[in-house]
């Protein structure tokens, strides 16, 4: 017996090969089962073949080494320590080593220390030449680590990348602390320059716990750009960002942020082609929960979609902010927000345009020669309580054009809002058929639909009336449309175009919309050949008839 293996013999079949032992010629032998367990132990020698017509055998060692686990450089009680949840043990250097011997590394499920973070550098750096990185992830993953004092650790950064592949992550910073925001744990960091690019990046979630931030995309480049970046999920539960794109991440997609505790839930500048959607939950005060900015020294900004809803009973800030950092010249343009916004106690303003100094610590209410330009605002807001849906803060030189349309009340609009923008915003409303006094009207409609438009400080009323049910007894006076959104200004009586139908009024041949100065009721002028003019009154429609009315007036708003 040798090392607890009997030593009598197995005989082999003739020609017959078991690792490295062989029956070569002749009759079957027998060879000791010590030498035989040896042969078997070593993965070398045993054959891997795949199943389907061309397979190629190679050993199970070579099949194994295909991916490259984080286990396979920890001592046992790492890994029992990560597969616990434990997370007592530093493993940051067996994954250094891993990550040496392969970009593209598989994590079983657990919970990976890293250990106290003293300085700002990065755990893992990848500076990849244009190579590819594969992080791969089996169940839950999560990194915990301790930042000390005022850095911000990068727990993985890359930088020269085509080609990322990264699984769903979990991070925290159990030392991380929302009272001091500019400081802890960034989960990935995303360095592009215009000499050392990352593009093509898939992260399927990141969920972070008490940190700087998920992830930071940085680097001022005018050429190559960090671009093609696709995330699936960013979960930020009580940290200073969702997301931090800084003069940089084009081409970005982001399935949904979904942000709680959160100061920012998405702040970028200097980037272009976002798609983003973004939930917040309860944000903590700061000058903007979604925060779209331009910096003098940096890029413009451009192509952003946002998708943005907001519920919140604690932040009485902005909800949304458009903000230049210094004179520049600079542009925040070509930029699409529908929102979704329920604050029962925002005192201020939902949306602000503004500008500050380049430092930020200084709010500049004059003249800026910076732009906003091709914003478009959609959506709903709550926000009872608020001064003002939406106001700009500061004077620019140049007026761009702003957007306004569903569920933004006009009459929240701070006034220098059309002062600073061509103001063009639309939406629809619902004309209803009355009259002075309306007595016993009845009306139901066959076609009831209404679209108005706001461009530079005129708004546009289009309708379409056609009644099926149009009867009376008592009532009498002027005929009227009522529900539009906006009063006219108070000296210009304007007139508009119309179709009818139903209306008979003696001498008269011709009908028009129109609004008198102050009001905001649609009345219909009566005209004709050698008769004064009259307005359309009860007894010139058709009780027991159909009623057509469809046209246009433009109003002037100022």
Same mark, same amino acid.
């Given at each position: 017996?040798?090392?607890?293996?009997?030593?009598?013999?197995?005989?082999?079949?003739?020609?017959?090969?078991?690792?490295?032992?062989?029956?070569?010629?002749?009759?079957?032998?027998?060879?000791?089962?010590?030498?035989?367990?040896? *042969?078997?132990?070593?993965?070398?020698?045993?054959?891997?073949?795949?199943?389907?017509?061309?397979?190629?055998?190679?050993?199970?060692?070579?099949? @194994?080494?295909?991916?490259?686990?984080?286990?396979?450089?920890?001592?046992?009680?790492?890994?029992?320590?990560?597969?616990?949840?434990?997370?007592?043990?530093? !493993?940051?250097?067996?994954?250094?080593?891993?990550?040496?011997?392969?970009?593209?590394?598989?994590?079983?499920?657990?919970?990976?220390?890293?250990?106290?973070?003293?300085?700002?550098?990065?755990?893992?750096?990848?500076?990849?030449?244009?190579?590819?990185?594969?992080?791969?992830? #089996?169940?839950?993953?999560?990194?915990?680590?301790? +930042? +000390?004092?005022?850095?911000?650790?990068?727990?993985?950064?890359?930088?020269?990348?085509?080609?990322?592949?990264?699984?769903?992550?979990?991070?925290?910073?159990?030392?991380?602390? !929302?009272?001091?925001?500019?400081?802890?744990?960034?989960? =990935?960091?995303?360095?592009?320059?215009?000499?050392?690019? $990352?593009?093509?990046?898939?992260?399927?979630?990141?969920?972070?716990?008490?940190?700087?931030?998920?992830?930071?995309?940085?680097?001022?480049?005018?050429?190559?750009?960090?671009?093609?970046? @696709?995330?699936?999920?960013?979960?930020?539960?009580?940290?200073?960002?969702?997301?931090?794109?800084?003069?940089?991440?084009?081409?970005?997609?982001?399935?949904?942020?979904?942000?709680?505790?959160?100061?920012?839930?998405?702040?970028?500048?200097?980037?272009?082609?976002?798609?983003?959607?973004?939930?917040?939950?309860?944000?903590?005060?700061?000058?903007?929960?979604?925060?779209?900015?331009?910096?003098?020294?940096?890029?413009?900004?451009?192509? =952003?979609?946002?998708?943005?809803?907001?519920?919140?009973?604690?932040?009485?800030?902005?909800?949304?902010?458009?903000?230049?950092?210094? #004179?520049?010249?600079?542009?925040?343009?070509?930029?699409?927000?529908?929102?979704? =916004?329920?604050?029962?106690?925002?005192? $201020?303003?939902?949306?602000?345009?503004?500008?500050?100094?380049?430092?930020?610590?200084? @709010?500049?209410?004059?003249?800026?020669?910076?732009?906003?330009?091709?914003?478009?605002?959609?959506?709903?807001?709550?926000?009872?309580?608020?001064?003002?849906? $939406?106001?700009?803060?500061?004077?620019?030189?140049?007026?761009?054009?702003?957007?306004?349309?569903?569920?933004?009340?006009?009459?929240?609009?701070?006034?220098?809002?059309?002062?600073?923008?061509?103001?063009?915003?639309?939406?629809?409303?619902?004309?209803?058929?009355?009259?002075?006094?309306?007595?016993?009207?009845?009306?139901?409609?066959?076609?009831?639909?209404?679209?108005?438009?706001?461009?530079?400080?005129?708004?546009?009323?289009?309708?379409?009336?056609?009644?099926?049910?149009?009867?009376?007894?008592?009532?009498?006076?002027?005929?009227?449309?009522?529900?539009?959104?906006?009063?006219?200004?108070?000296? #210009?009586?304007?007139?508009?175009?119309?179709?009818?139908?139903?209306?008979?009024?003696?001498?008269?041949? *011709?009908?028009?919309?129109?609004?008198?100065?102050?009001?905001?009721?649609?009345?219909?002028?009566?005209?004709?050949?050698?008769?004064?003019?009259?307005?359309?009154?009860?007894?010139?429609?058709?009780?027991?008839?159909?009623?057509?009315?469809?046209?246009?007036?433009?109003?002037?708003?100022?």
């Amino acid at each position: 017996m040798s090392n607890g293996i009997p030593d009598f013999p197995v005989t082999l079949p003739a020609k017959s090969v078991v690792g490295r032992l062989a029956s070569t010629a002749g009759p079957a032998e027998a060879v000791p089962i010590a030498a035989l367990s040896s *042969q078997l132990a070593d993965a070398s020698t045993i054959n891997f073949l795949q199943s389907g017509t061309g397979a190629v055998a190679r050993s199970v060692q070579s099949k @194994e080494r295909d991916v490259v686990s984080a286990f396979d450089y920890m001592t046992a009680a790492q890994s029992a320590d990560v597969q616990s949840g434990a997370a007592t043990l530093n !493993v940051s250097a067996a994954i250094v080593v891993a990550f040496a011997a392969s970009k593209h590394v598989r994590f079983p499920s657990g919970t990976y220390n890293l250990g106290t973070l003293a300085n700002s550098n990065a755990i893992f750096d990848f500076s990849l030449a244009g190579g590819k990185l594969t992080i791969e992830t #089996e169940g839950f993953v999560k990194f915990v680590c301790a +930042s +000390s004092g005022a850095v911000t650790p990068k727990l993985f950064q890359i930088t020269d990348a085509a080609g990322v592949r990264i699984g769903a992550i979990h991070f925290q910073d159990t030392a991380y602390s !929302v009272s001091t925001p500019n400081q802890g744990a960034i989960g =990935i960091q995303i360095n592009s320059s215009d000499t050392l690019n $990352v593009v093509d990046v898939e992260i399927d979630a990141l969920y972070a716990t008490n940190m700087l931030a998920p992830l930071l995309i940085v680097g001022t480049a005018t050429s190559l750009r960090a671009s093609g970046i @696709e995330v699936g999920l960013i979960y930020a539960d009580t940290c200073t960002y969702g997301i931090n794109c800084q003069n940089n991440a084009d081409g970005l997609d982001i399935g949904l942020i979904y942000a709680t505790n959160v100061l920012r839930s998405y702040f970028v500048y200097g980037c272009r082609q976002h798609n983003v959607n973004i939930y917040s939950k309860t944000p903590q005060a700061s000058s903007a929960d979604c925060l779209l900015a331009a910096y003098s020294t940096g890029l413009d900004i451009s192509g =952003i979609k946002i998708n943005y809803v907001h519920n919140s009973t604690v932040n009485a800030n902005v909800c949304i902010g458009f903000q230049f950092n210094g #004179e520049g010249s600079k542009f925040i343009r070509g930029i699409d927000i529908n929102a979704s =916004i329920d604050n029962t106690i925002n005192t $201020v303003d939902a949306i602000l345009f503004r500008a500050y100094n380049l430092a930020g610590d200084t @709010e500049n209410t004059g003249a800026t020669n910076n732009v906003f330009d091709d914003i478009s605002l959609n959506g709903r807001i709550l926000a009872a309580a608020a001064t003002n849906l $939406v106001r700009i803060g500061c004077q620019p030189t140049t007026k761009g054009k702003l957007m306004i349309r569903d569920g933004f009340t006009l009459g929240k609009m701070h006034s220098t809002i059309r002062t600073w923008f061509n103001l063009g915003d639309y939406s629809t409303w619902l004309p209803v058929v009355t009259f002075a006094t309306p007595g016993d009207l009845n009306v139901v409609y066959a076609t009831q639909t209404g679209r108005w438009a706001r461009i530079d400080g005129v708004l546009h009323l289009w309708f379409e009336i056609v009644t099926s049910t149009f009867t009376f007894t008592t009532a009498v006076g002027a005929l009227q449309l009522t529900g539009q959104p906006a009063a006219g200004n108070s000296v #210009e009586n304007v007139y508009g175009s119309l179709h009818f139908g139903g209306i008979t009024k003696a001498g008269f041949t *011709q009908f028009t919309s129109r609004v008198l100065a102050g009001t905001s009721t649609i009345q219909f002028a009566a005209a004709g050949t050698g008769v004064g003019g009259g307005s359309v009154v009860a007894a010139d429609t058709p009780s027991a008839g159909t009623l057509v009315l469809i046209g246009h007036v433009a109003i002037p708003l100022t």
